[in-house]
């Protein structure tokens, strides 16, 4: 296994912890590769390689994502990348089956980084026969180099940081972030544990990628994912990798204006309140608003969205996705809100048509 991967571009580097890995600041994760076919999916990571980016983030529960990506690297790109991947399971069994399946899938011996997805606890995670057991085996059998844990919970991912049992944490971190959550990413620093940013982009609110480079280049010890589907996505990344943009005041004003849009109830778009059993899709419905207000005029007027929105009255107010948001969002009554402005907003452009 490569101890160190040299990026054909002079993009800089970011140490991720203990792990000793030292990977590009431009981070591909591979959640949005799912929408593509396994031609322009294969393309599409290719194209990253020769751009210097070295680090993939996968997961088991990303539909056919480990297949595309393995597909992608098979033959010589195996050794200049750093492959991630996570188990999502509360069992020994489940989570030793998903490895050898993400092996399997990824066309590859072993996995840089397997992570441990999401839990909603700990528990005595280190002493019973568990997820965490499952994957010190796998280690121990040569299938994973690291163990890294991915959770939506602060005071989870301090528990799990000052337990001393993970070389990496992955936890949304954006420019919406909260003083304590940046605490947390320098204690991270101080155990050496890698921290990896999940929803840099704030879950798609941002729609440009200036302003969450600018801010995550304030923090040199974290690795931020960028979800990325299109090559000029790819581009605006690696070129402010490149050329780094100060952080300015301009931008902290505008960090300011965002988080008074916002607040602190926002959908990240995480989907781990699904399956709704209304079938309404729940990550797009939470923010309807924010895209119809930030892209083209009537791009999401059309008949399939006006569908969507219509599917809210059929909410049962289960609070079944409340329970499993790990915000506990007060998903039924959002839905309302957004439904409510998705009927203003639409007369109001009918009418200028």
Request: with cysteine; glycine share 6%.
């Amino acid at each position: 296994m490569p101890e160190s991967l040299a990026s054909v571009k002079n993009l800089p580097r970011i140490r991720l912890g203990r792990t000793g890995l030292d990977v590009a600041p431009v981070a591909m994760g591979c959640l949005p590769i799912q929408r593509l076919s396994p031609d322009d999916a294969a393309a599409l990571l290719r194209y990253a390689c020769d751009c210097g980016v070295d680090f993939f983030d996968t997961a088991h529960v990303y539909t056919d994502s480990e297949e595309q990506m393995g597909a992608a690297v098979a033959g010589g790109l195996r050794e200049r990348v750093i492959i991630a991947s996570k188990a999502m399971s509360d069992s020994y069994e489940g989570t030793a089956s998903q490895i050898d399946e993400s092996l399997r899938r990824l066309k590859t011996d072993y996995v840089d980084l397997y992570q441990w997805h999401n839990p909603a606890t700990l528990g005595d995670f280190q002493n019973e026969r568990g997820p965490y057991q499952a994957l010190l085996d796998a280690q121990k059998a040569g299938k994973i180099r690291f163990i890294g844990l991915t959770n939506h919970s602060l005071p989870l991912a301090r528990e799990a940081i000052r337990s001393g049992a993970f070389d990496t944490l992955q936890y949304p971190l954006s420019v919406l972030s909260s003083v304590e959550e940046i605490e947390m990413t320098r204690e991270c620093t101080a155990y050496d544990i890698g921290f990896i940013a999940m929803k840099a982009m704030c879950g798609g609110l941002v729609p440009d990628g200036r302003l969450p480079a600018a801010f995550m280049n304030e923090h040199r010890h974290i690795v931020p994912i960028w979800g990325i589907e299109k090559r000029a996505e790819l581009d605006q990344f690696v070129q402010l990798a490149l050329n780094p943009e100060p952080f300015t005041e301009k931008m902290r004003e505008e960090i300011e204006r965002l988080r008074e849009e916002f607040g602190d109830e926002y959908c990240r778009g995480c989907g781990y309140c699904l399956p709704c059993p209304a079938k309404i899709n729940l990550p797009l419905m939470m923010r309807i608003i924010f895209f119809v207000k930030r892209h083209p005029a009537g791009s999401h007027f059309t008949e399939k969205h006006r569908q969507q929105v219509a599917a809210i009255s059929g909410c049962t107010e289960c609070r079944g996705c409340v329970s499993r948001c790990p915000y506990h969002l007060e998903a039924p009554q959002i839905l309302k809100k957004q439904q409510k402005e998705y009927a203003r907003l639409y007369e109001e452009y009918l009418t200028q048509q």
